[in-house]
């Protein structure tokens, strides 16, 4: 009983702090341009769920491209959670607290295999798409972030694939 | 028990009812309808088994339904209405909590159903209704519901007997008596069966059953307001999202129907009891 209370709790503690928001040390801010894309979405909105129609702004843009300032050592991941965060704009993660990992599920309450089997989150950096967690790429200086809803694991998106 | 007019009723109205009444009360998140199931299995409940029930429902229902209310906003983040943000940064939204409550409502509601079930299906039922068409299965099924109540009261009389020949009270050598008990009553129990011809055509069950013209206008009655149910449900006039946003279907002439006959439905043992209740009490005032 005892040690199943104290699994439980354990449990509980690293689902619920799997990656906190800690503050910069060194907070030499620089600007990056971010912004938030569901254009893909606009033409292919048969492929979403019913439900979901409402959410797609008619432009395409759940964020405009704008200059945000960013900080040192900031990742991909902590950047959308923050802005997001600052803007109200909804946003899901599942963490994996053991590797500091995090994969974006849901921007904007449109989750992952919401438009089909190959849909989901995908990010952009400068034209490329890094095939890496968001959560261990660092931004730099004058990045251009882009984080877009794919239909098609991400070849929709008409972007360099930096992986493979 | 108490004395229940609705388990007077034809075993084949018995088992109709409940498969049309746990059947929905699985399957609607409707929070009007929801409520309708959960004040009726509620009431039946406590009906049938007064104080036992009450206690049931504060210990166990109640502490159930707050922890699974309670767990479904940090677990799922889905929904437009931001309130607040977990510690790791996934938001707490104003959808997810609604949903919560839903949803552990409906656990409860079928607990309460499934109390409300026993009470009324007893196994002699259970193999009535079903001895012919599939005699293994009902008779696993009613040798398995009672198996638990069974074991406990056997338990308490080993105890008993232990204490009466001066033994202090030892849980080992109790389960060991109760395990042996409960073998050799498993043989004897299907040796008896099968002396007795269980599954053989033109057996008779245990309680005889007729089924009288009262049961034919239950059926029919149980039957009626389900489907109106589900032609209304099956329309979309009870339709109710939860994400990303609450939207539901405004009140229509057609919602207020299948709300009022699921109610019907949901109520109809109360008010067989409450129908008995007054016939009673007239019938004593006129003598």
Redesign the interface.
Known sequence: MKISLLCFAIFFIF???????KPYETDEGFSVTFSIRVDNLVEGMHMLDK??H??IPDDGFIFPARQTAAHEGESVFDLL?RVT?EN?I????R?TPVIGDAYV??IG?L?AYDAGPLSGWKYIVNGVIPHISASSYTVQAGDDIVWAYTLDLGRDLGMEDGAW | MVRDAFAFYHPIVNIVYFTAVIGYAMFFLHPILLGISFLCAAVYALLLKGKKAFLFGLVFMLPLLLFTAAMNP??N????T?LS???????V?WESVLYGVAAAGMLVTVIAWFVCFNAVITSDKMVYLFGRAMPALSLVLSLALRFVPRLIAQAKVINKTQKGMGQKNNPIKTLSILVTWALENAIETADTMKARGYGLPGRTAFSLFTFRRRDGYAIAFISFCAVIVFIGAAVGSLRF?Y???VQYHPASAVSVLTCIAYLMLCAFPIIMNMKEALHWKYSVSTV
């Open positions: 689902t619920l702090t799997g990656c906190g928001n439900d979901k409402e959410l959670q965060r109200r909804h946003m899901a993660a963490f599920e849901a309450n989750y | 940090l677990f983040h889905q929904g437009s931001i943000y977990l510690p790791n940064g996934n938001p939204t999202r994400f990303p946003t």
